[in-house]
């Protein structure tokens, strides 16, 4: 049977032999488990991607969430998959078991997330968003708050949101209008509308719990006044028992180009009686509390992105191998040649092989960024703690805003793979193109993304982080260069690494000089820089793995081949364009901003 979500070898591959996370059980964290215990683990995931999501996702998408009179209703197939997904705490794969999680690796929960979104992005959208509220309770909740909420917003009886978003405070949040009044007993009183708030209402749980940034009283204005408010729909007592509905009003439902599914609503606090809620964490720290969440969910949906992309590129090769259409080139004048399966054609075969360039590259980025995130939980010194922790803050927005970049290319390809039948829902790709395009946008934009790594990220540290980052690079083109089957594609990189060290130089010197504005015009065009850097690397260290198999002969070895013949087409044919895109931001042009509002026209 052909698959349809991920390539279970591939995942495979980054795991155990890429990645080597079976060296995890040698930490005191994770020394019960083992290799077996990980593949049993992502079998159980992948059994419940296919049997019980995937059925869900065209159903889901036709019927979509409802609205009435404030409360949203799910598809119904939703019910039994969200049911078996809390009984399987499939919610809290890497939280400690302490505080109900399996206590599994990050990594681990990367690459289910990978097949629960390729298998239905809605429903893995309301999962995500429960636990990031969960993590910002056991994170900043007082010891009341986490017995109050924890348990129940962690095992899925709970549902949890992440509301920032208002109508005329898109992403300058500092703007925001929603305000807090103290009550004498401590509680809030909260007012103000929030809007595109992902499962802000939903018939699969019996309570959602809202973080809801607002400003107290008399605070200050801008982002530094802000603080966050743990504000439910039901109000909930200090034995954790729930209480009178505390006027949480779901408006409307939003009409989206794509997961339909996903209940993405505008919601009122406080219009129809008073709305309390419990102050999480100190006053005025609400955004350096949120952006916990943030981080956290960028990351997700960066997974999201590779599982779209993964979803679309299987369905695409499947559909090039089956489909017949045309002779080959080589016996296009053989009256007598028969018809060919498209996967035969060369303009096929290259959509193809950029489609298994991206979605592997992206999986070893994500799922690297993922055992980076481990490792900081397992090492032993501060200095190696802040050196992950350095590379996961430095990836997250190439995490977040190249994977999904790329998802939606990747989408389009599939596509154009299926010609006229890939643009109908007759066939699942466009509905993966659709549901894809939202992942470049919320959560920050493509362009926030980019700000935050010229203007944040780069320079961490003095630009230490971004220097051992390269390190990290240039080892395994080091590696590389000493192994014939790899040396000219290290060499090839390693060009590439050297040109991009002066590009991320002078653009960074750019960004804090007078030609700020011209360098944040080319933010986009370098984060894209640094993600094909970062995806040569990783072929580059998919192709050290890769050699050594293929001269052995082992087996898999079309698998192996494959590997060394996609290094080769993204460093050798994807990675030159990257050159051009450098030259283009080393010019630094201003045309972008130096134009006047006028001449654009219109």
Not at 95 to 123: C, H, K, R, T, W
Not at 354 to 380: H, P, W
Request: negative net charge.
């Amino acid at each position: 049977m052909a698959q349809v979500l991920s390539d279970r070898r591939d995942v495979q591959f980054v795991l155990n032999e890429q990645l080597q996370i079976g060296d995890l059980c040698k930490s005191e964290r994770y020394g019960d488990l083992n290799t077996k215990t990980f593949d049993l683990f992502m079998n159980e995931a992948r059994a419940l991607a296919t049997k019980e999501l995937l059925p869900t996702r065209e159903e889901s998408d036709r019927v979509g969430a409802t609205w009435d009179d404030g409360n949203v209703t799910v598809p119904p197939s939703f019910h039994r998959a969200y049911k078996l997904f809390r009984e399987g705490e499939w919610l809290t794969i890497a939280d400690d078991i302490e505080v109900g999680g399996q206590g599994m690796p990050q990594v681990l929960a990367f690459a289910s997330l990978e097949l629960f979104a390729a298998a239905n992005m809605a429903f893995s959208i309301y999962t995500m968003l429960g636990h990031g509220a969960g993590k910002l309770i056991e994170v900043y909740g007082s010891e009341l708050q986490k017995k109050m909420f924890l348990g129940k917003v962690y095992s899925g009886e709970w549902g949890g949101t992440m509301c920032l978003t208002e109508p005329e405070a898109g992403s300058d949040v500092g703007a925001l209008t929603t305000t807090a009044v103290k009550n004498e007993d401590g509680t809030y009183n909260i007012t103000g509308n929030k809007i595109f708030i992902s499962a802000a209402d939903h018939d699969l749980v019996d309570n959602v719990v809202h973080p809801v940034l607002a400003r107290i009283e008399g605070d200050p204005a801008g982002t530094s006044g802000i603080s966050i408010f743990l504000v439910p729909k039901y109000w909930v007592n200090e034995d954790g028992t729930t209480g009178d509905y505390n006027n949480v009003y779901v408006d409307r439902i939003e009409e989206k180009m794509g997961i339909h599914a996903s209940a993405t609503c505008s919601v009122q606090f406080g219009a129809k009686g008073p709305c309390r809620g419990l102050l999480l964490g100190e006053e005025r720290k609400g955004m350096r509390i949120m952006f916990h969440m943030m981080n956290e969910e960028r990351l997700n949906v960066g997974v999201q992105g590779l599982g779209s992309a993964s979803a679309a590129y299987l369905l695409a090769l499947n559909y090039a191998r089956e489909r017949v259409q045309g002779k080959e080139i080589l016996k296009s004048r053989d009256p007598e040649a028969k018809g060919a399966t498209i996967i035969h054609h060369p303009d096929v075969r290259r959509m193809l092989i950029q489609m298994k360039a991206y979605v592997e590259g992206l999986r070893s980025l994500n799922y690297f960024t993922g055992l980076c995130m481990d490792k900081v939980v397992i090492s032993e010194s501060d200095e190696e703690k802040a050196l992950y922790q350095g590379f996961v803050d430095l990836l997250t927005p190439i995490c977040k805003g190249y994977s999904t970049e790329k998802s939606v290319l990747v989408c389009n390809d599939a596509i154009q793979t299926y010609g006229g039948y890939g643009f109908t829902k007759e066939y699942p790709v466009e509905q993966l193109a659709r549901d894809t395009k939202i992942l470049t946008i919320y959560e920050g934009t493509t362009g926030i993304q980019a700000a935050d790594l010229l203007g944040r990220k780069l320079g961490m540290q003095k630009g230490q982080v971004f220097m051992k980052f390269l390190e990290q690079i240039n080892a395994t083109i080091a590696k590389g260069k000493e192994m014939e089957a790899t040396k000219a594609l290290a060499e090839n990189l390693e060009k590439a690494v050297i040109k991009f060290s002066e590009t991320a130089m002078s653009v960074g010197k750019a960004a804090a000089s007078e030609k700020v504005l011209a360098a944040f015009g080319h933010a986009t065009p370098f984060m894209e820089v640094m993600g094909d850097i970062v995806m040569g690397w990783m072929h580059l260290w998919r192709a050290t793995v890769a050699a050594p198999m293929v001269e052995k002969g082992k087996k898999d070895l079309a698998f192996y081949k494959g590997q060394m013949e996609t290094a080769r087409y993204f460093i050798n044919v994807m990675l030159p364009i990257t050159f051009g895109k450098m030259d283009s931001i080393l010019a630094l042009d201003d045309a972008a901003v130096a134009i006047d509002d006028a001449s654009f026209g219109g």
